[in-house]
């Protein structure tokens, strides 16, 4: 383990924290543009992106720097272990159509 155990903790509650339904709305997004085949596997990496990209700020917040190699594969290993918890969550993201 790279990162240190009270940074851990932080982690998995900043995820917990994420994975409570919130009903997110985001503009539709152009398949064609974005080249995804379902909703849902775009929701996904959404929701996922979203957890690490918190985590990456709070690191930044709390270090003062970007994150090492190491530690930046520690941290996204950790979201990989919630991949389950992510796929069940990311029900709450809405699209809307634009307008």
Known sequence: MV??????VKITSLIDECLIPH???THECNKEFWNYRSDDD???GH???VILGIILGY??????????GEDLSEMTK?????????KKSFA???FFYKV
């Open 92 to 94: 709450d993201i809405h």
């Open 42 to 44: 775009f929701k996904f």
């Open 47 to 49: 929701k996922a992106g």
């Open 3 to 8: 990162l240190d155990k009270e940074f851990h």
């Open 23 to 25: 009903g997110i709305q």
């Open 59 to 68: 690191y930044i917040a709390k270090y003062g720097k970007v994150p090492s």
């Open 78 to 86: 950790m979201v990989e272990l919630r991949r389950d918890e992510i």
